[in-house]
């Protein structure tokens, strides 16, 4: 079965930066075949986009709120993608999950339910 396995979390001061991995296995067909996605969900919120990458690589799109200071990537022989935080607020506390689309060769979606795999996500926590 697909298994995405995220890492990178953890504690940061304000300013700082971290960079999550996320592992992915079990897909049908090559890993570089399938658009991923990175998603983030703050306590007593709802789920929200954070950046989406085309199968290719080519094309990337951002949440509003980390363009200019998150970067989303990928490296197709290592079945990973990565997102690169820098300028960390204390707001961007949340648990980051990383998502792919069922169907490969799909466009990069922002919408949470255009996905069908989810990892168990990491914990980033930003002190102020």
């Known amino acids: 079965q697909v298994q995405l396995v995220e890492s990178g979390g953890g504690l940061v001061q304000a300013g700082g930066s971290l960079r999550l991995s996320c592992a992915a296995s079990g897909l049908t067909l090559s890993f570089s075949n399938y658009a991923m996605g990175w998603f983030r969900q703050a306590p007593w919120k709802e789920r929200e986009f954070v950046a989406a990458?085309?199968?290719?690589?080519?094309?990337?799109g951002y949440a509003d709120t980390v363009k200019g200071r998150f970067t989303i990537s990928r490296d197709n022989a290592k079945k990973t993608v990565f997102l690169q935080m820098n300028s960390l607020k204390p707001e961007d506390t949340a648990v980051y999950y990383c998502?792919?689309?069922?169907?490969?060769?799909?466009?990069?979606?922002?919408?949470?339910?255009?996905?069908?795999?989810w990892g168990l996500g990491t914990q980033v926590t930003v002190s102020s």
């Open positions: 998502a792919t689309r069922r169907s490969p060769f799909s466009a990069p979606a922002q919408a949470w339910h255009e996905y069908d795999y």
């Open positions: 990458i085309s199968y290719s690589g080519g094309n990337t």
